[in-house]
């Protein structure tokens, strides 16, 4: 039973990793309203977060990559 959880978890782990480098090479970016609305935070907290550097900044034209916030929302459960 043990072993069993432990391959699973191992199997959700792989899988984590190619859903993140699949978004990274397409990459989608998100709206602040996006990011939002996923994080449950407001735009002033996101950007508050980002100055503090516990936030993903944003790219050039003010988007986000999914990646990064995939990534945060990640390491955020750990």
Request: glycine share 6%; with cysteine.
């Amino acid at each position: 039973m043990q072993t069993d959880l432990q391959a699973l978890r191992e199997e959700v782990s792989a899988l984590k990793d190619v859903v993140h480098l699949l978004v990274r090479v397409k990459g989608e970016r998100l709206t602040t309203t996006q990011v939002e609305e996923r994080i449950g935070r407001t735009r002033q907290t996101i950007m508050k977060m980002v100055r503090h550097g516990d936030f993903p900044e944003p790219c050039a034209d003010g988007r986000w990559l999914l990646s990064d916030i995939l990534e945060y929302e990640s390491a955020k459960k750990h």
